[in-house]
């Protein structure tokens, strides 16, 4: 599968942990702020992205 993922700074990766961080203060799992946070990053986002290839699990345990 490919994707278009963000490509961020230094800064905006630290910021992104920080909200993060900010979200499990308020309650939310680390699955749940992550998520969130992501979306917040791909939904303004307005610079590069990076093209990244994931294997499909569900081809891996085909093989075995």
Known sequence: ???GIPAL????QQQAVERIQELMAGGLS??????????EIRQNHKGE??????????EENEEE
């Open 30 to 39: 680390s699955g749940e702020a992550i998520t969130q946070v992501a979306q």
């Open 9 to 12: 700074s230094h800064e905006q």
């Open 49 to 58: 992205r990076i093209r990244a290839m994931f294997e499909d699990e569900d």
């Open 1 to 3: 599968m490919f994707i």
